[in-house]
């Protein structure tokens, strides 16, 4: 019987070629020449003035933080429903994260959530594209310039949706993607930060580098601040080239996978599945469906059923303000009741197949394990 795992990528001839370019002769003068492309084109793509491709997101997460000059005594409000990498690093810098609520349509932070979170200490907001979809930008940008609150868009699951048509990656002080391997565009691993500030880009591409700028001092191996090893590959960058000139055709992809999905799943009552918000077109980068809690059960039992089946799904996320590295800067209060919708999101949702490998019969297939489950479930 066939597996159906939850992702993997789409790679054709032209991943093949330019990563087999780059081996052969992406070295001594061409040593930058796909990260140099890559920048180019996805500056472009994005429609932003400057892109420092990172080794991780996560990363150029931490160097947002460093760019923003947050640090001990800071507050830094953060989605509770999102990946870890969004909040980690705010501790690197010894900052507070503060969890914030979703939206019980678009899944993301909104502007009355983030409100309720805002506090004198308050130096930053990350805002998470989640899962291929946008928030009501409008309303944020709006809150977060009355309180004086910097802005960092962690786009790394928002690449290619648009919000009024402007695409992800233009909405705050500084924004952040990835090219991990389950990303719409992937380089096995790799990220980017990118922003219209001059200053700020300037700051992180010392940072990324060990603190060191050879044009400006002269000098090899000469640090003038203490920095950071962030550097991406130029192995990497030729495969998230290739992939990026694919992009609307891999976006194409998972706008039919998730329309498949929808087709077989509507009919059947108690089933959320990802949603699209007015003024956002999302890519769907990962199709998830939320199941009622009148089906009596949680994510891990559909996924355990589904494994045996040879079908892998993985959870949503777990709300960080459950996970043990977290616990230590939570209110005394519940935080189930301070963040509901996070919890109950979390709890029943399910990551359908994602994988660019799929076809309409693995989709029905899929939808098919669902009805059986979900009339025993009932
Ligand atoms: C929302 C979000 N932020 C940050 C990251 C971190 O990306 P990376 O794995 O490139 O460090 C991810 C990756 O999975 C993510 O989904």
Not at 78 to 92: E, H, K, R
Not at 279 to 302: H, Q, R
Not at 357 to 370: M, Q, R, W, Y
Request: a neutral charge; aromatic letters at 10%; proline letters at 4%.
């Amino acid at each position: 019987m066939n597996r159906i795992s939850s992702s993997g990528p789409s790679i054709t001839q032209a991943e093949i070629d330019l990563v087999t370019e780059a081996i052969r002769e992406g070295w001594q003068e061409k040593l930058s020449w796909h990260i140099d492309q890559f920048v180019k084109e996805f500056s472009e793509y994005v429609g932003i003035s400057y892109c420092l491709p990172t080794a991780h997101c996560t990363d150029a997460i931490h160097l947002a933080m460093l760019a923003l000059g947050i640090g001990p005594g800071d507050e830094v409000i953060v989605p509770d429903l999102t990946w870890v990498a969004s909040v980690a690093p705010i501790i690197y810098v010894g900052a507070k994260p503060v969890f914030a609520d979703v939206d019980p349509l678009s899944w993301c932070v909104n502007a009355e959530s983030i409100k309720k979170c805002i506090t004198k200490k308050t130096k930053a907001v990350v805002v998470v594209d989640l899962l291929g979809n946008m928030p009501e930008w409008n309303e944020i940008i709006d809150i977060c310039k009355r309180h004086k609150i910097r802005i960092i868009e962690d786009a790394a699951e928002g690449l290619g949706a648009t919000y009024k048509g402007t695409q992800a990656g233009n909405f705050g002080d500084i924004s952040l993607f990835s090219f991990n391997a389950t990303k719409l565009i992937m380089s096995g691993q790799g990220g980017a930060f990118c922003t219209n500030d001059e200053i700020l880009y300037k700051k992180v591409k010392l940072l990324a580098n060990h603190g060191i700028d050879k044009a400006m001092t002269g000098k090899y191996y000469w640090s003038n601040v203490l920095g950071y090893n962030y550097n991406w590959t130029n192995l990497q960058a030729s495969l998230a080239l290739a992939q990026l000139r694919r992009i609307e055709e891999l976006i194409e992809y998972k706008r039919w996978l998730f329309h498949e999905y929808e087709k077989f799943l509507r009919d059947i009552e108690g089933i959320q599945l990802s949603a699209a918000t007015q003024n956002v077109d999302p890519t769907y980068w990962i199709s998830v469906a939320i199941l009622d809690k009148k089906f009596g059960l949680n994510k891990e039992d559909v996924i355990s059923y589904f494994a045996n089946e040879n079908i892998e799904l993985r959870p949503l996320f777990y709300p960080i303000s459950t996970m043990p590295p977290f616990q230590g800067y939570l209110p005394k209060a519940e935080m189930s009741k301070i963040n509901p919708i996070t919890y109950r999101l979390s709890k029943y949702g399910i990551c359908l197949p994602n994988g660019n490998n799929l076809n309409a019969e693995d989709v029905k297939k899929v939808c098919n394990k669902f009805k059986e489950l979900l009339v025993k479930g009932n």
